[in-house]
Nanobody, 123 residues
Framework: QVQLVESGGGLVEPGGSLRLSCAAS????????IGWFRQAPGKERERISC??????SKYYADSVKGRFTISRDKNTVYLQMNSLKREDTAVYYC??????????????????WGQGTQVTVSS
């Protein structure tokens, strides 16, 4: 079965850190760009970051630039989240459209999505 599986979410205090993982099952991630998105209750889905497999290019939303870092190894993409804020609370999803460059995915998300992992930033 082809799927993406996110993990690493949880409850963290403001200023804390979490690392999310996105792993592929049934196919290899090494040729696909991967994007991270999030959706908070009552809000629209927001693009966060993406990383290409073709040239390693990365995109970040202004809201997370300097705090979040995306990286990858052969079959997993990571989102290191530092200096977390309450407004980072959301369900975080990874996705791929199987293109090697992630720009299209980042701006026009489609394709295969994971089930999401909850991140709650609260004291």
């Amino acid at each position: 079965q082809v799927q993406l599986v996110e993990s690493g979410g949880g409850l963290v205090e403001p200023g804390g850190s979490l690392r999310l993982s996105c792993a592929a099952s049934g196919f290899s991630l090494d040729r696909s760009g991967i994007g991270w998105f999030r959706q908070a209750p009552g809000k629209e889905r927001e693009r966060i970051s993406c990383i290409s497999s073709s040239d390693g290019s990365k995109y970040y939303a202004d809201s997370v630039k300097g705090r979040f870092t995306i990286s990858r190894d052969k079959n997993t993409v990571y989102l290191q989240m530092n200096s977390l804020k309450r407004e980072d609370t959301a369900v975080y999803y990874c996705a791929t459209d199987y293109r090697s460059h992630c720009r299209e995915l980042y701006y026009f998300p489609s394709g295969l999505w994971g089930q999401g992992t909850q991140v709650t930033v609260s004291s």
